[in-house]
């Protein structure tokens, strides 16, 4: 593995890793912390937000210096995520959807037109970026999608619905997934990029979520919406397998994002059990609760190891799509059982919303369904290790 792996102990060992590290911390204090409750008690998606993450680097990390972006690798972007999403976990998965789907699409499979006229918006956080693949009746069995791409002259009319897209209603630009084939045949989807305010393009019902609730959630509806043929991404055809190209580097996020919410579920259930007294001493002194602590201690070191390791291979460009898949199944199993544990650790106050806890252990259960779920995971490994 190359220099920037997450080390057993926990320390980062590039600068850059330090210096996102230290940002991230900082931001948070001053931005996210006095309000990330009542964003989520009101499900509010604090968009500003955003903007200013882009002027900090965080909307681009993976783009390029030259398209605006911060010219990151995998490390980097990593530790982004993990750091965000240890305070507020709904703002770590907008940042990655952001980062990895949209602005990813565009980036791996756009031509040089189009990364010319959207990455540097994208990167700098002068938009916010959507992707959608998923609709109502088909999550996991894409290839047999109802949204419809039929070619008009010089242009594409897309008609249908994609459901629990993030930043659906809020995205000034998304890469859409629609087909373009008969449902079943090989290769029948193709991706175009729909901007914002293009006539058809209608926001859809946002929804009412257990946990991540100040991440944008929503339908986006599309009624004759003509775009232009030069927004097609890459061959007719190819928009199902560039969505699996993406989704490796997707299911990185989405590991990176479940080791955030699991080592901040860890921290303040050890700074809780420092703090809380029992028979006379802290609860942590306690065997019964160490013990937690340490096996939560190990899932999270673990899980950070696998999730490195496949962006380390990402770096290299190298498949990674087993890896990703093993980094996403791991990292989200273990964020649910670690924000569970501490839940048990605090207690009846890890049942109220006057202590992290619960939050933790709400946001942690998306993890194991977006981006493809526990289920599909096994399946993507199972067939990378008997094919």
């Known amino acids: 593995m190359s220099e920037g792996i997450l080390m057993m102990d926990g320390t980062v060992v590039s600068e850059n890793q330090e210096m996102i590290s230290q940002m991230i911390k900082d931001f948070s204090e001053r931005e996210i912390e006095p309000h990330k409750m009542e964003w989520d008690e009101t499900q509010h998606f604090p968009i500003d937000l955003f903007q200013k993450m882009g002027e900090l680097g965080l909307m681009g ?18 530790t982004a995520i993990i750091e965000l999403a240890k305070v507020d976990g709904a703002l770590g998965l907008s940042l990655a959807a952001h980062n990895s789907l949209c602005t990813g699409h565009i980036l791996q499979h756009g031509n040089e037109s189009q990364k010319a006229k959207y990455l540097p918006k994208l ?12 609709e ?8 047999n999608m109802k949204t419809t791409a039929v ?45 914002r305010g293009t006539t058809g393009f209608n926001k859809g019902r946002k929804e009412n979520k257990l946990g991540m609730r100040a991440s ?8 004759d919406c003509r775009i232009p043929e030069e927004n097609l991404i890459g061959e007719v055809g190819d928009g199902f397998i560039q969505s699996l190209k993406v989704l490796d580097g997707g299911r990185i996020s989405i590991a990176a994002l ?10 303040a259930a050890l700074n809780y059990s420092k703090e809380r007294e029992q028979f006379g001493k802290p609860i942590s002194k306690f065997q019964g609760i160490s013990f937690k602590l340490a096996d939560m201690a190990l899932k999270v070191e673990a899980a950070k190891l696998l999730t490195y390791r496949a962006g380390d291979l990402k770096n290299q460009g190298k498949n990674v799509t087993k890896e990703s898949a093993m980094a996403k199944l791991y990292a989200s199993d273990i964020s649910v059982e670690v924000a569970n544990d501490g839940v048990q650790i605090f207690g009846g106050y890890g049942y109220t919303k006057d202590y992290p806890a619960e939050k933790y252990y709400r946001d942690a259960k998306l993890c194991t369904i977006g981006e493809g779920t526990s289920e599909i995971q096994k399946i993507v490994i199972s067939r990378s290790l008997l094919d």
């Open 61 to 78: 990390v993976l783009v390029p210096e030259e398209y605006g972006g911060s010219g990151f690798g995998y490390h980097e972007y990593i």
């Open 123 to 134: 990167a700098t956080g002068e938009w916010l970026g959507a992707w959608g693949l998923t």
């Open 136 to 143: 109502p009746n088909t999550g996991s069995d894409a290839g």
């Open 151 to 195: 070619k008009d002259g010089d242009e594409w009319v897309i008609n249908g619905a994609k459901n629990f897209i993030t930043h659906g209603n809020s995205g000034d630009v998304a890469v859409v997934i629609a087909r373009t084939g008969e449902p079943g045949e090989r290769k029948n989807a193709s991706a175009f990029i729909v901007e």
């Open 216 to 223: 944008e959630t929503s339908e986006m509806i599309f009624e």
């Open 258 to 267: 479940s080791c955030g919410i699991a080592e901040g579920a860890l921290n």
